[in-house]
């Protein structure tokens, strides 16, 4: 028995041991893991801390751009500026006072500084370095946006040729005048405080990873101790600004947790040696009384209930030993503890059916064949009777619940009873007849013997729970002013159209309805009187269409609507009685008389493709076309609507020509302009702009500059093509030719164009005689004398100009002696009559004549045949232009032409068969 006794102790001892050894090993494991991710979380932090604060300094960086447009909107001289914003007077003190302004800029760099009117056009800017950007094309969508506020300014952080801007639209009205205030700052400038802010080396780099700054202390070379954390920071318009490195000097951080390490396996060296020690003496002193308390247990197998005498043991064994005596002592007392529990039984069934009375809820306790046991008051009040009454019951004749309000459905209580989830919108007529909706939920009984023996029946009145959960719903998805549905909903039930239709032919029809003078009485009379005006106005459109029609009110003035299933006349019938309903109704505010109209877009729909953010476009933009006729009226988009086309075209394309600068889309086409006088061996021609689409599709102007000149600009393509045509000239100037640039009315009235043109001529070294610039008549009448006076200032430097399509304007013949022109170019709507209608041809004689009188060269564009070069000829014109005399072509093919040229000097010349063509190719 002792040897048996000692085999124990070991293999204790033993077990004991190998525990001790784990638990060191894990100790071990845990505190390299904890190294491992301290570290990692100080990465981790770091780069939280980083991404905070680049985000706060962008953020003060916006706070400081819109103190600094507030304290500009309190400079007189900037007030006196925008009492004529579309003058000139405004873009000379934004040009002037530009470089003053930046310098006194709080804690940041400006880059540029733009003054837009309400539709986004510019009406003055001015940029460091001479280098314009007119902002990100995210602010300039902020404008057209029906949810943009003009009461709050915007703030955009957009990357442009590898730099950061942040940038600030705010809204200014001085002296009645409204409009945009846009301040253009250098990001990655204030994102240098980083240094400070973090106490840490940092490095910035762009998105092609050029580096914009580097801290002093950055080291050449990072070491392992050396930490780096990595922060992407993105601008609104999702493209890659920066990548801001920060470095931190992790050796003490290491040493800290190296210390803890030693600190933690020292004491948990101690700890297990101590563990192991105790275990052993603890082992050692339990085992020597274990044979005494076998015998006595021995002895109890057998029959003998004796209790063992406590005081014969060692003190470590009396608490079993007690325990023992005492589970004795309790088989005696088992009689009197069932009857203790008996009573107590029923003591917590009165508890329980005290606690069911108080609760206000009905409750029904039922047996397992669903004979109603046991009700509560609030189960009287449900039934309208009383306990005794409903007791004894079967509970599917007590309790008829329904499926719908309709009650024309009746659900199965025992399929209820199995669910262990809360059912909702069950249907219950209480007594009076009244339907009540409830909320059932049911639990089961189970006995001893774990078998069901009932079921408890908990049920809710919800029925003024949904009532007003109702409510909120309606007025989540309603308008509060007019009652109709809201943006979303309204989006929710066109996407629930087009899914639940399967035609393939539009079945709906979608319109967009805006008020022409809703801003007028608002401003005039406040937005009370604006309130009343747009009910007044969903009053009318309920009233002229159907109760399944779909309204809405989608912001501002604005209303939506859906006619399903409708015809296409008779919904075009209806908005018609729309538009004369509020027209013929007005409006009257305070004894004041408003005109009120209204314009509506409308399309048809009803396909599964079928997208509303794409009939929402074109809806709006047939709206803004009824408008642009003069409101009042409506716009139905039938297929290939050549308006609405052409007005989302014109939109696309402001996104395509700002591409067309990133990516080098822009390309240079020349026209050959040749002089009648065959001894004028001179080269002339002009300069025409094309767009090269990615597959190499060479695109006309008229295409994008219409979008180019509404959306301002056409002032970045001129002085695009300005600079690639002094650039050709500088690397080609052993060329005598004559280029025509033609100007914008925009470029002719900016200031910094001004500026851009002198410094690009007087910069280089070409023959300014080479550049001809063309300007319209029409651009120059808005504008005489600065027109004037811009035209003197750049020929002193030695370039010419050329008056184009003459003839066109109203005031031709009184200003061209006021215009210092070299060339004059008759419109080509009178060169192209000229053969046909002698009254084309006095009227080019005529032009010619006057040209000549004021010393111009006059130049007849559009011609294209043998016959229209007799006839210039008898009308004295110097220079032709047109098909017949060359078509565009690429300016690379110039030096293609020269060398050919060369080639075949002394060659002999061929015959030609025109004229025209014979003196072209003599000039060649």
Not at 844 to 870: C, P, Q, Y
Request: aromatic residues 10%.
């Amino acid at each position: 028995m002792f040897d048996r006794l000692y085999s124990f102790k070991l293999i204790i001892g033993i077990a004991v041991l190998c525990l001790a050894l784990l638990a060191y090993g894990l100790a071990f494991y845990s505190t390299q893991v904890y190294r491992e991710l301290a570290v990692e979380d100080k990465s981790e932090s770091l780069k939280i801390m980083l991404e905070t604060k680049s985000r706060e300094i962008v953020d003060s960086l916006y706070e400081r751009q819109i103190r600094f447009g507030l304290l500009l909107q309190n400079k007189n001289s900037f007030k006196q500026a925008l009492k004529n914003p579309n003058g000139d007077r405004l873009r000379t003190w934004v040009t002037e006072n530009f470089d003053h302004l930046a310098r006194d800029a709080d804690k940041f760099r400006l880059k540029s500084m733009i003054i837009r009117n309400l539709d986004g056009e510019i009406l003055a800017e001015a940029s460091d370095n001479g280098q314009t950007y007119y902002g990100c094309i995210l602010t300039l969508n902020a404008i057209n946006e029906a949810s943009f506020n003009r009461q709050i300014s915007k703030n955009v952080l957009c990357s442009h040729e590898n730099n950061l801007y942040t940038e600030v639209l705010a809204p200014i009205n001085i002296l009645n005048s409204r409009v945009y205030l846009q301040i253009i700052a250098y990001a990655i400038d204030g994102l240098k405080a980083l240094e400070e802010h973090m106490d840490m080396p940092v490095k910035i780099t762009t998105g092609d990873k050029n580096v914009r700054y580097r801290s002093s202390s950055w080291p050449d070379t990072v070491s392992d101790i050396q930490l780096r954390s990595v922060f992407n920071l993105y601008g609104d318009d999702l493209i890659l600004g920066a990548n801001i490195t920060g470095l931190f000097d992790q050796q003490l951080f290491l040493g800290q947790l190296d210390r803890t390490r030693g600190n933690f396996m020292l004491v948990t060296t101690l700890a297990t040696g101590l563990v192991f020690m105790a275990v052993v003496i603890l082992l050692s002193r339990a085992f020597s009384p274990l044979n005494t308390l076998r015998n006595s247990v021995g002895a109890l197998l057998t029959g003998k209930y004796a209790s063992i005498g406590e005081k014969k043991l060692p003190y470590e064994l009396r608490d079993l030993v007690s325990s023992y005596n005492e589970m004795v002592e309790g088989l005696e007392t088992e009689t009197i503890n069932r009857r203790q529990m008996e009573e107590k039984l029923r003591s917590e069934k009165d508890f329980i059916a005290t606690t069911l009375d108080s609760i206000n809820n009905p409750v029904i306790v039922i047996d397992s064949k669903g004979v109603i046991k046991l009700v509560n008051p609030g189960g009287e009040k449900l039934f309208g009777d009383k306990e005794f009454n409903l007791v004894g019951q079967s509970i599917h004749e007590a309790l008829i619940l329904y499926s719908n309000r309709q009650a024309t459905h009746i659900i199965d209580i025992k399929h209820l009873l199995t669910r262990k989830t809360v059912l909702n919108s069950m249907f219950f007529y209480d007594p009076g007849r009244n339907i009540v909706e409830l909320e059932f939920s049911a639990s089961p009984m189970i006995d001893m013997e774990a078998e069901d023996v009932g079921y408890v029946i908990i049920l809710k009145d919800v029925s003024e729970d949904h009532k007003l959960r109702r409510k909120l719903s309606y007025e989540g998805s309603h308008d509060r002013l007019t009652r109709f549905l809201n943006r979303g909903a309204f989006e929710q039930r066109f996407e629930n159209l087009v899914t639940e239709d399967y035609g393939t032919d539009p079945q709906h029809v979608l319109a967009y309805l805006d008020i022409d003078q809703f801003r007028i009485v608002n401003e005039t009379s406040g937005n009370t009187a604006g309130d009343v005006l747009l009910r007044q106005v969903g009053s009318i459109i309920k009233m002229h269409v159907r109760k399944s029609d779909i309204l809405s009110r989608l912001g501002g003035d604005e209303f939506g609507l859906i006619m399903p299933f409708f015809d296409i006349d008779k919904a075009m019938q209806v908005m018609q009685q729309i538009i004369i309903g509020i027209q013929q109704t007005g409006f009257e505010w305070e004894d004041k008389q408003y005109q009120v109209t209204a314009s509506i877009g409308a399309m048809a729909f009803g396909q599964m493709n079928d997208e509303y953010p794409d009939f929402y476009s074109k809806v709006t933009t047939a709206c803004s076309l009824a408008k642009k006729n003069g409101g009042n009226q409506y716009h139905y988009i039938g297929e290939n609507d050549e308006g609405v086309m052409a007005q989302q075209v014109s939109r696309d394309w402001v996104a395509g020509i700002m591409k067309g600068f990133n990516e080098d889309r822009f390309c240079l086409y020349v026209q050959p302009i040749i002089s009648m006088d065959e001894s004028d061996k001179s080269a002339h021609y002009e300069v025409l702009i094309r767009y090269r689409k990615p597959d190499g599709t060479i695109v006309s102007p008229n295409d994008f500059l219409p979008s180019a000149e509404r959306y301002n600009l056409i002032e970045k393509i001129d002085t695009w093509v300005v600079k690639t045509i002094i650039q050709w000239l500088e690397d080609h100037q052993d060329q005598e030719i004559m280029f025509s640039v033609n100007l914008s009315g925009r470029s002719l009235g900016s200031q910094t164009f001004h500026k851009f043109l002198h410094e690009s001529l007087q910069q280089s070294d070409i023959k300014k005689s080479a550049l001809c610039f063309e300007i319209t008549e029409t651009s120059v009448v808005e504008n005489v004398e600065k027109s004037v006076e811009f035209i003197n200032s750049i020929k002193r430097l030695g370039a010419k100009f050329s008056l184009d399509d003459f003839g066109t304007g109203l005031s031709s013949f009184s200003y061209l002696k006021r215009f210092p022109v070299d060339f004059l170019k008759i419109d080509g709507e009178f060169v192209r009559d000229i053969i046909d209608n002698d009254t084309s041809f006095v009227f080019v004689r005529s032009m010619a004549e006057v040209g000549h009188s004021l010393d111009m060269k006059v130049i007849a564009e559009f011609v294209e045949s043998d016959t229209m070069f007799d006839r210039l000829r008898e009308a004295n014109i110097d220079y032709i232009q047109g098909y017949y005399v060359g078509k565009p072509a690429p300016i690379e093919s110039l030096e293609l032409k020269t060398a050919e040229v060369k080639k075949t000097k002394s060659k002999p010349k061929p015959k030609t068969i025109s004229k025209a063509k014979k003196i072209a190719k003599a000039k060649q």
